[in-house]
């Protein structure tokens, strides 16, 4: 079975600070890891992923995750936060290549004071 | 562009009826899913399908079904809606080497 832990409902961080959205996995395998945002009454977004290679892995809008198999972790990360990347974030894993659906985390708001 | 849209993206029920909610998806993904999303659980995957004819139940599947009769659609019919069942739905298509692009939602309130 494949689960992810977000332990942060928010995340407070004032603008122009570093930002990091923390979230932990469990896999059977090797882990599909991936990162969303949801804007208010919107979809979801794909952030990033990472499927194999380099431990940091960059995306959209100036986010990045690093991947740390020891911690199974994968956080978000940002150097400078913006207001305007004031959203939900959902971390979302699956186990293998193929089909199998994503399983998602509880989420976190992340909260940006101008 | 290619896209994927819910309709309606709003629904208010009463109890016992019957309600089909739409996805429409013009990626030409083999893989569809139906999710839903509750404060304090994330999203919960509620059945999915990995091409024409083929349905699989997820992990909140009671009282949900979905059918497949096309590569394009994947709509969600609740048999007899209940209460427990006013949530945001949100459907979601994948194909085999890709992230999951995911539909606007469907805010559904059942009275």
């Known amino acids: 079975a494949q689960s992810v832990a977000q332990p942060e409902d928010q995340v407070n961080v004032a603008e122009g600070n570093p930002l990091t959205v923390k979230c932990t996995y469990s896999v059977s395998g090797n882990p599909y890891l991936f990162w969303y945002v949801q804007y208010p009454n919107r979809g979801l977004q794909f952030l990033l992923k990472y499927i194999t290679g380099d431990n940091l892995v960059k995306g959209s809008y100036g986010f990045e995750a690093e991947f740390n198999k020891s911690q199974t972790s994968f956080h978000l990360k940002k150097p400078s936060a913006l207001v305007s990347d004031s959203a939900l974030y959902f971390c979302a894993v699956r186990d293998r290549p193929g089909r199998r659906a994503l399983t998602f985390g509880s989420g976190t708001r992340l909260q940006v004071q101008p | ?111």
């Not at chain 2, 629904?11 to 509750?38: P, S």
């Not at chain 2, 609740?78 to 469907?106: D, H, K, M, P, W």
Request: proline share 2%; hydrophobic share 30%.
């Open chain 2, 1 to 111: 562009d290619a896209e994927i849209t819910q309709s309606p993206r709003h629904k208010i029920t009463e109890t016992g009826r019957q309600v089909t909610l739409a996805c429409h998806q013009t990626w030409n993904h083999n893989n569809m899913f139906w999710y839903r999303q509750d404060l304090g659980h994330g999203l919960r995957l509620i059945h999915y399908s990995y091409g024409v004819q083929d349905t699989n139940k997820g992990e909140v599947s009671d009282g949900y079904s979905v059918s497949r009769s096309n590569t394009e659609d994947l709509p969600l019919t609740l048999e007899s809606a209940a209460s427990s069942q006013t949530s945001v739905y949100f459907c979601a298509s994948r194909g085999e080497n890709t992230e999951a692009f995911f539909g606007q939602g469907t805010r559904l309130t059942v009275v």
